[in-house]
C-alpha cells in the first residue's frame, strides 16, 4: 500500500477497542529498487522497542509491559510506525486470557501485516538494561565536507589501504519522515572487514543525511548499499539505533554475513 493513503501526518482518534485492521503495511521493493542487488540487503531485523503497551487481565486490571518485535528484512512489508502505535494502544481496554495470549494475539496481526513471521518478546518494565555503545566514535573528527543529502561519493577507502575488522558508530545521524518532515535521530553503527575506510569520510557520509527523507529502514539500507558499492568490504553490518517517537523506537540491521548478526540493544538516549 501507498504510505499517502495511511494514516501519517493526519489527525487521528485512538480507537477505543482492539482494532488489528489499522495496521498498515509498506511494500519494501519500491524503496529497493536501486540496490535490491546488493548482498545481504534483504539479510537481517527490525527491532522495535514499544514502551505504550498495555491490556487489561480477565479481572478488568490494566498490565503493562515494555515489547521488543523483531521482523525480518525479508519480509515483503514494513509497518508503518503511527498505525502501530494505534493497534497497541486500541487494546488498552480489551481482556486477555494471560500475557502468552496477548503475545499469540499480537504475534498474528503483525505478521499477517508484515507477509512474514513477526516475533514479540514482552518484558517487565524495569527490565530493558541500557546499553553502552561498542567500538570507535568518529563524532570528534573533522568530515571531509558537508552536504545536506546522502553522497555516496563522500565515501572514501583510507589512504593506507591496510586491512582491518572494525566497528565504529555515530550518534549524528539524523534523517526525516518522508511524510510529516519530523525529524528522526539516531546513533549508526558499523562493522566492517576490508581494506581501511577514511573515517572522516564516513563520518561525512552520515551527516549528510540530515535534510534526506526516508523512513528508518530504508535509511538503513541506503547506507548499507553505498558503502558495500563504494568501499568493496569482505563483511558490513549496518545498524541504527534510532531514539524514541510516539512510544516506539526503531532500529533496522542488515548484515553481509549472518554470522555477523549482533544482539538487539537499547542506547540511554533511545
Known amino acids: 500500500m501507498s504510505v499517502e493513503h495511511s494514516l501519517l501526518g493526519k489527525d487521528t482518534n485512538y480507537p477505543p477497542t482492539y482494532q488489528p485492521d489499522i495496521l498498515f503495511p509498506i511494500a519494501r521493493a519500491t524503496a529497493r529498487e536501486h540496490y535490491a542487488h546488493v548482498e545481504g540487503i534483504q539479510q537481517g531485523k527490525d527491532w522495535w522497542h514499544v514502551f505504550e503497551i498495555s491490556w487489561l487481565n480477565t479481572h478488568g486490571v490494566p498490565q503493562v509491559a515494555i515489547g521488543r518485535i523483531s521482523l525480518p528484512a525479508t519480509s515483503p512489508n514494513l509497518i508503518e510506525s503511527k498505525s502501530l502505535k494505534l493497534y497497541f494502544n486500541s487494546m488498552n481496554f480489551t481482556q486477555f486470557e494471560s500475557k502468552a495470549t496477548f503475545k499469540e494475539t499480537v504475534e498474528q496481526d503483525l505478521s499477517a501485516a508484515a507477509g512474514a513471521d513477526v516475533n514479540i518478546d514482552l518484558f517487565h518494565v524495569d527490565d ?10 568518529i563524532d570528534e573528527l573533522t568530515p571531509t565536507q558537508l552536504e545536506n543529502h546522502p553522497n555516496a561519493n563522500l565515501l572514501a577507502l583510507d589512504d593506507t589501504a591496510e586491512d582491518v575488522e572494525v566497528q565504529i558508530y555515530s550518534h549524528l545521524l539524523r534523517s526525516n519522515c518522508p511524510v510529516t518532515g519530523q525529524p528522526d535521530w539516531g546513533t549508526v553503527f558499523i562493522r566492517y572487514k576490508g581494506k581501511k575506510p ?12 540530515r535534510q ?27 545498524y ?9 523506537d526503531i532500529n533496522p540491521c542488515r548484515v553481509s554475513d549472518v554470522s555477523w548478526m549482533p544482539r538487539p540493544i537499547r542506547l540511554a538516549r533511545q
Open 198 to 209: 577514511c573515517y572522516n569520510s564516513i563520518l561525512a557520509y552520515i551527516i549528510s543525511y
Open 128 to 137: 530493558v538494561e541500557i546499553s553502552q555503545p561498542e567500538g570507535i566514535c
Open 240 to 248: 541504527a539505533a534510532y531514539t524514541r517517537r510516539g512510544g516506539l
Open 212 to 238: 534526506h527523507n526516508g523512513f528508518h529502514e530504508q535509511c538503513v539500507e541506503q547506507i548499507f548499499a553505498d558503502i558495500w558499492q563504494n568501499l568493496k568490504p569482505e563483511k558490513l553490518m549496518v
